[in-house]
Nanobody, 123 residues
Framework: VQLQASGGGLVQAGDSLRLSCAAS????????VAWFRQAPGKGREFVVA????????DYEDSVKGRFTISRDNAKNIVYLQMNSLKPEDTAVYYC?????????????????WGQGTQVTVSS
């Protein structure tokens, strides 16, 4: 499966963005799709994941109450709605997918990755 992440940009603190992760080559059916992010000089951090059935993991603590993951089965897209953005949310955001029996937060568990989309939040 090929993934295409989009929707990033430069925004001010308090603004919102919606990231999209579109699949091509096959559907997301049976896959877990996750969002990770990587800030400058830091490792790739798990944000949240969703199963195509709709089950969702816990969100990374710093984004709880501000970010929401969802999926559109018909369009084969997973979204990450990001509200009340903070400068510390600045990172490259990646979507990843794999056929997993359980939710995983480790980058090594995901075989398929999108190219990343830059989110920059100014104060």
């Amino acid at each position: 499966v090929q993934l295409q992440a989009s929707g990033g940009g430069l925004v001010q603190a308090g603004d919102s963005l919606r990231l999209s992760c579109a699949a091509s080559g096959r559907t997301f059916s049976g896959y877990v799709v996750a969002w990770f992010r990587q800030a400058p000089g830091k490792g790739r951090e798990f944000v949240v994941a969703i199963r195509w059935s709709g089950a969702i993991t816990d969100y990374e603590d710093s984004v709880k109450g501000r970010f929401t993951i969802s999926r559109d089965n018909a369009k084969n897209i997973v979204y990450l709605q990001m509200n009340s953005l903070k400068p510390e949310d600045t990172a490259v955001y990646y979507c990843a997918a794999d056929r997993l029996a359980r939710f995983r937060a480790d980058v090594s568990e995901y075989a398929y990755w999108g190219q990343g989309t830059q989110v920059t939040v100014s104060s």
